[in-house]
Structure formats: C-alpha cells, structure tokens
C-alpha cells in the first residue's frame, strides 16, 4: 500500500474511533441528564401540590374562625370550595412518582384532612355558634386547630422528603459531571494516542526519507551529479529516490552533449549577430545581400553552401534573382524571374510564411523543378511590416532537423533583410523626391501682381493667370479678398490698413483657385507710391503648396528613417539574445520536462515571456506610419497598434 493510503487510511480509523468513543459517551450523558431532569421536574410539581394544600388548609382554618365568630353561612361555601381543592391535590398523579415515605405522608395526610371535615360538619351544624352554642363552638373550633396542626406537622415531614430528594438529585448532578469529565479524559487520552502514532508513523516514513531526498536533491543542485540516494523500499518516495537517481545518471550522460549543442546553438546566433552586422554597413543593395547570404551559409550548420535571394519587382506579380552564391549560372539564368505564387519561393513570397519541403522535388509545388534534382529547400519570405518584400531559398542537407528555435531564428533573419531593404529602397525614394522638388523649386517662376490701396488687382503676370486659373481680364478688377480664406482677408484688411507690413517680410496665405481648390503661397508685399501719396502694393508670391507637401512627406520619411533604425537596433540588440534564451529553453524542456514538471512549469513561462518579447519587437517591425499615442500627459509615444 502506497504511504498516502496508509496514512489516509490510519487517520480514517482514528476518526471512526473518536467519533464513536464520543456518540457512546453522549448517549449515556444525555440519558443521565435526561433522568435528572425529569427527577427536578417532579419534584418541582411535587412542591407545587404540597403548596396548593397547605395554601388550601389555611383557608378552610380561617373560614372556621370567620363562622366562630360571625355565625355566617358563607365560610361554609368558602371552607367546602378549599377541601375540594385540597382532596384534589392529594389525590393520585398519573404523571407522578412517589417514594414510599412520600406515599405514607400523604396517606396520613388525607387521613387529617378527613378528620378535619368531621370537626367542620360539627361546628357547621350548631345552629347559634356565637349564642347559646358558643361554648359548643370554642370547643369544637379548638379540637379542630389541633387536627391542623396535626396536618401541618404532616406537611413539615413531606417537606423534608422533599429535601432528601432534592439532596439526591444534587449528588445525581455531581456523579453526571464526573461521568462528562472521565469521558472527555478517556476521548482526549485516545486522541493523543492516536496522534502521536500517526506522527511517529509519518516520521518513520516520510520525515526521515524526505530529509535525504532534500539532502539528495541539494547535491545534485550543486553539480555532484555522482550522488546516489540510499532510500529503499517500495514506497512512493522510494520509487521517488530511485527515479531521481535514473535522472542524475541521465544527466550525467547527456551533460556532455547538451554542451556540445549549446556551442552550436551559440555559432549559429552568432551569425544572426554576423548578419545584422552586415545589413548595419553601407553599401548598395545587391552587395549588401550578397554578404549577407554568404553570412548566412557560412555560420548556420546543417544547410548546403548554396542559396539565392530573390527580391520582389515593383508590379508585385514577380521576382528577380539578385543574390545567389554556390547556382551554376544555367540555374541563374533560367531562374531569374518567377511569378509570385508559382513554385515554393513564390508560394512562400504570397503567404508570408516560411515553407519548407523534405519531399525534394517530388513535392508537387516544386512547379519549376519537377524531376530536376534530389534536394530539400528551406524559403523563407523577406518581410517588413506585414510586407513581403522577397524570398531567401536555401539548401538543408539531408540530416537536418527544423526545430522550433530554427524557424524563429530564420524568421529574424528574414525579418532583418526585410528592414533592411525598406530601408535602402525607401531611401532612395525620398532621395529621388527630394531631387525632384529641389529641381522644381530652383525653376519655378514667381506669381507677380499689383493691387491699389484698397486691394483691386490692377496687374497680374503669366504665373499668376496659370496659378488662379483665371485669365488676365478676369483677374483685373477683382478684390484680392476674394482669392483668400476668411482668415487670410482678416490679416490682408489689415495690411491695407498699414496695420503689421514690414520690408522683405514673408508671409503664408491658403488661397481658393477657379476650381475651388486649396492652394498655399508665400508672398512679400511692398508699398508703392505717387508724389509721397500710397497707391497700392506691388506683391511677390510663389506657390507652396507642393513644397508644404512634399516638406511633410520628407519629415514624415526622416522619423520613418529614423524609427526604422531604432527597429534594427532593437532587432540586433534584443532579438538575438533573445533567440538565445529561447533555443536554450527549448534544449532543456525537450532533455528535462518531463522528468520535473516544476522545472517545465517554469521552464514553459520563460519560453512563453520571451515569445511575447519577440511578438513585441514584430510589433514594431510592422510600424508603417508615423502615429503617436499619449502615453501620459504631455508625453508622447510610438503607437504599436498600426492598421
């Protein structure tokens, strides 16, 4: 029998003894306790009719003095009412138990009361009690006084009865008390029995045994993976002792090779390290992926020194080949564009997920090698921000296992390659706009009117009519207000009034065009004049409208630049550490977890938080605007929830 059964079965059978020790203790106390309660409540009931008789024996005295001495008729009544009730009361009790002596007391006592109404009949039966019978009636009166005194003499004596009956219920109370005191010693000398050999019993066989499984545990935990518990038995914590000293062997043996892979797992994150480095250093973008695929099959063991980058075409529907390393060039040539969707590299660039075949080409979505060759791939999509951007397609050697810990570390690659192409490509963008909006700025021709004092165009140039869109007649004669916002009329009055115009000043009006459109521009404005009077202003503006855009635009790609360099520097500087702690996870949930399910509880959570921080750094891979969210007042944070 397990030790768990047998000490739940050891605590049964005290319980079921205790319990029953106590039922037998309070039945024989309840019956005690209910014998001296009926006992008090007879007694009491006892001393209730001895009280109504005696009450009753004095009225019937008194009611012979009141007919002595008044002679009336009515103490007859009174005194026959007051025998009835005493006779009543001296009568038998269905419901009360009487000792002998009580019963020859209360015979007596009937015997008295009786005699006392034959003395009553006679005193009754004179007819002048107070006349010519008084003599009479003072003699009867006092043979009648000595029979109550007799009957009160009676009364005494039951009265003492009483006493000695109470004295026994006394002493019943005290033998009850006693009896609950010798049963409360009796169930507490059995509960510490039963306690103290239930504890020497859980000594003997768990104490002492888990004291060296603590001892067993705590050499181990210090790295004496030579030490051996000496528990035996077939108990649980002796089959405990001896699978523990199984997993000390086994650790022993594997110790050697865990750190074997553990060297590995550690060349093969330094090629993430090697990679990021590559993708952190300037350079075009086809030699940039040309080192990093030569990083890549140079430091990650188990793959073939060959591969290709394929890299997405601006029409999004193909692919060109723009990195390989180990193809013949027959391969390069007849490979160079594929169609995403086709094939596995194409079916990985439009999922957006690594795919891998161990079925060679026997694999039918090998659509442009079918019976080609004899090999496994690994494609593995270039992705940033939710996008994909191309395809890294690798060799695995025939040996090689794909772990968990493999398909985060080559997601991180691709995820790098990915950022790192967005951000040479999307630098080259904004170097081109750039070019494009300096090179119309430089050429651009300035829009040119004059206006008189009460802001009438009265002269417009070319740029301006190919501005407005009006012609030259239509803009000749209009207000000038007419053209500006209502906030921009505001400050124009304002200016006419002389109010705020200063020499060379610039200032930004929005201004509404024939098609009702929107459009800024920057002007200066000076005051001309005829023989020292004003007549008008002559006005120097050009449009800003494309150069307010494409300044907003060129702010919004120098933060995107700039987070996009924060993302590889969190990638490099987290996510390979991270990678770390993972894959060494996993190492010990796959040689351990199931040997200690509180080491693989713990084991689990670790893996689970370093999962969430990857999902975290993803996050911010996936930022493709630059929106802010208030983090607290008057602080500004990066929002990761993109749409």
């Not at 609950?180 to 000594?203: E, R």
């Not at 980058?309 to 601006?314: D, M, Q, R, T, V």
């Not at 200690?596 to 670790?606: A, F, G, I, P, T």
Request: proline share 2%.
């Amino acid at each position: 029998m397990n030790v768990h059964r047998k000490i739940i079965a050891l605590v049964g059978l005290g319980m079921v003894l205790i319990i029953t020790i106590t039922l037998v203790a309070l039945q024989d106390i309840s019956g005690a306790l209910s014998l001296t309660t009926r006992g008090v409540g007879e007694l009491f009931a006892k001393d209730q009719r001895i009280d109504a008789v005696e009450a009753g024996v004095g009225v019937m005295s008194l009611a012979i003095h009141n007919f002595k001495d008044t002679g009336n008729i009515f103490f007859r009544v009174t005194y026959t009412d007051a025998n009835a009730h005493v006779l009543e009361f001296l009568g038998p009790h269905a419901e009360l138990l009487y000792s002998p002596g009580e019963t020859k007391i209360l015979t007596q006592l009937g015997d008295d009361v009786r005699s006392l109404n034959r003395e009553a009949e006679q005193i009754f039966s004179l007819d002048d009690a107070r006349g010519k019978n008084r003599l009479a009636a003072y003699a009867l009166v006092r043979r009648f006084d000595d029979k109550i005194a007799s009957v009160e003499h009676d009364i005494d004596s039951y009265r003492e009865q009483s006493v000695r009956g109470m004295a026994e219920i006394v002493l019943m109370l005290r033998a009850n008390r006693a009896r609950v005191n010798d049963y409360l010693l009796f169930i507490l000398l059995a509960s510490g029995t039963i306690l103290l050999s239930l504890g020497m019993y859980i000594h003997r066989k768990i104490s002492i045994p888990l004291r060296d499984l603590w001892k067993g545990t705590t050499e181990i935990s210090q790295g004496n993976l030579a030490y051996r518990m000496q528990i035996q038995g077939t108990s649980d914590i002796g089959q405990l002792a001896e699978r523990f000293n199984e997993m000390a062997q086994q650790l022993r043996h594997s110790y050697s090779e865990l750190e074997k892979k553990l060297l590995d797992r550690t060349n093969e994150l330094a090629a993430i390290d090697s990679v990021a480095l590559t993708l952190s250093q300037s350079g075009n973008l086809r030699d940039m992926l040309a080192k990093s695929l030569g990083q890549i099959l140079d430091s990650l063991a188990g793959l073939e020194q060959k591969g290709s980058i394929f890299l997405s075409e601006p029409d999004g529907e193909t692919m060109r080949l723009v990195a390989s390393r180990g193809l013949s060039k027959d391969f390069c040539q007849d490979e160079a564009t594929i169609r995403i969707g086709e094939c596995l590299c194409g079916i990985a660039a439009q999922t957006g997920e690594i795919r891998v075949t161990e079925k060679n080409c026997d694999d039918p979505r090998h659509s442009r090698c079918l019976g080609s060759g004899d090999h496994a791939r690994i494609n593995i999509p270039i992705k940033s921000r939710g996008i994909v951007l191309g395809v890294i397609f690798l060799y695995p050697r025939n040996d090689f296992t794909l772990k968990p810990s493999d398909l985060q570390m080559l997601d991180t690659i691709g995820a790098q390659l990915g950022l790192a192409v967005e951000n040479l490509r999307f630098y080259a963008e904004v170097k081109e706009s750039s070019e494009k909006f300096w090179d119309l700025f430089e050429n651009s021709r300035d829009i040119l009117f004059t206006m008189d004092s009460i802001g009438t165009l009265t002269a417009v140039n070319r740029e301006a009519e190919k501005f407005s869109g009006y012609t030259k007649s239509e803009l000749i004669g209009k207000s000038v207000l007419v053209f500006l916002t209502p906030e921009g009329a505001e400050i124009v009055k304002r200016m006419l009034n002389g109010e705020g115009l200063t020499a060379r000043q610039m200032m930004e009006f929005e201004v509404i065009k024939r098609d009702s459109s929107h459009a800024f521009i920057e002007l200066s404005a000076r005051r001309l004049s005829k023989k020292q009077q004003p007549t008008g202003f002559q006005v120097s503006a050009r449009d800003m409208t494309e150069q307010k855009l494409l300044r907003e635009k060129l702010l919004t790609a120098k933060r995107l630049g700039a987070i996009g360099e924060v993302v590889i520097t969190v990638r490099h500087e987290i996510n390979n550490p991270l990678t770390t702690v993972i894959g060494n996870v996993e190492l010990l949930l796959e040689r351990y977890g199931e040997q200690d399910n509180d080491l693989k509880m713990r084991l689990e959570s670790v893996l689970n938080s370093s999962l969430r921080i990857a999902e975290i750094v993803k996050k911010l891979q996936a930022i493709k605007q630059d929106k802010v969210v208030e983090y607290v007042k008057g602080v500004a944070m990066t929002d990761l929830k993109q749409e």
